[in-house]
């Protein structure tokens, strides 16, 4: 294969004013180009660089006479100086850069210099020399490229990225993203199963059954389609369409590694754990994927569940050798001990990672020692998302816990869904809406309480400022000082829930608060109620010296704002 020259490139920025020494320094360089006296230009070049060294064009056409001398190293830190010091919009050198590479006979570096290139450069078709680079490349390299799927399809590396915010938990954003990009590639496969399993993350199920159908209407044999389609279908109970559905699964043999691996995967979690079996072993014996640490895991997870003992210890051996910072063989080995010695039932998972509760256990995490790692870590941020939807009451706490020390955008956004969702435990909610608050996220806040939608004020809008009443606050903090030795941090939380929605659904007309006792001795009764605990009305008539008439008329009016109801109240 001939040598590439690389092509001198002019500045984008015209109005550009070069001083008058670079100017003529710049006039004979380019005429020492003409006749090409490649030493002589590379001399005025670099004076001109010199003298305007802002001016972009000096130092890329310096590049290019280097590379024309065969000093490719040189001409790339250059071209590497222009885009991160002189002008970053500058995308073409990456392409130069590139040409570079390749006339060096380093494809791999090419190819990632030219992946930037594809990556940055504005939207159109390639041009020839571009498509050249390509092609030589690819044929250097002799494998499947990823420059050869950036050429047919545009969105490719959007999408790579995507999918990374995707296993970094970022679901939010990667459905925005993924949404963005299947508008301008409605025939992108990967991004819209993508998308379905994101719909799914966050629990939008109804959208993601639609987006999987939606694909397989577009492509019938879509392997990974195929395979969430059944996912889905699991978790709106379809058994007998997914029975139907998944022997056509088993009746598949994909040929690309990727496709083996997704469908092995989805069996295990469908349950059929020997036909996955089988299909990690059958991409173990052909070589594919061998330096992942993860199918060695769920080949022994598939193994461990058809009674392959000796044969699952085996594979937790290999991931101990491969990844022995994660902790996940070692915990599985312990988990099989236990098996062997008990037959009791264990739970043995497909995810790659250590089960919540005991990622908790081993960092014993609290808001002083919270490990950077957990708030960073992908696999673990994802499994916060995966437990606050499928963990049980425990679980779902602990993940609120750290969810109130990670504290950032993608964890607001899941707080605010979980608090919408009609299957979740109430005090579950009241928690997800005080870290909302700790966290200083915006109100109002919307949550499904006591079986209705409940908005939810801790303060007035901005447009109310001035007109509270200071005797609001002087009742709560009444009541709380009475309770506090009385109920947990999370009970008080509680009454200060009732009150501001007492609050929000008066306002305006909330009373003038004359007997403040009173009021207070209500909210505390409503909080004896309300956790199933017994008070009488004597009882706190006496500790706030109110008569027991005015706290059972508050009681009532709060009671009737909040819908409330009242369990076998004591009088």
Sequence with gaps: MNERPILRLASRKSNVMIPFDAALFHEKAMKSLERLHYVKAEKYFRRA??????????????????????RYSESTALLQYVVSEVDRELVECYFYMANNHANSEEFEMAELRLIDFMTMRPSGPLDEDVEELIDWICYELDRPTALSELRKHSGYVEHDRARTLLEEGKFSEAIEALEKLIETQPDFMPARNNLALAYYYVGQFERAMQMVQDLLERDPHNVHGMCNFAIFMQHFGQQQSLNEWMDGLRKMMPVQPDHAFKLATTMGILGDHDTAYQLFRRIQKR????????????????????????????MWEVVREMDPTSGVAEYYLNVLVRYRESRSKVAVSYHYHLPFEEQFRLNDITEQNFPDRLRKDPLVRSSFFWALRYGDLQTKLQVLQAFRLIGDHEVEAALREFMLRTEENDDLKKVALFVLQSIGAAEPFQLFLRGKLTTIHTVLPESKKGLEDPTWQDILEMAIKQMRDSFSAL????????????????????PRFYKLGGWAAALEYVNYKIHGRSVTYEELASRYDVSTGTIRRYVKVIQSACDLTEPGANK
């Design 49 to 70: 660089a010199e003298l305007d060294p802002f001016n972009p064009s000096h130092w890329c056409n310096l590049a290019g006479v280097l590379a024309e001398l065969g």
């Design 287 to 314: 070589g594919e994927l061998m330096d992942d640490a993860s199918l060695y895991h769920y080949t022994a997870v598939a193994a461990f569940h058809t009674g392959r003992l000796d044969e699952a210890a085996k």
């Design 491 to 510: 009970e008080l939380h509680e009454i200060q829930l009732i009150w501001f929605e007492y609050l929000s659904k008066e306002y305006p007309n909330i």
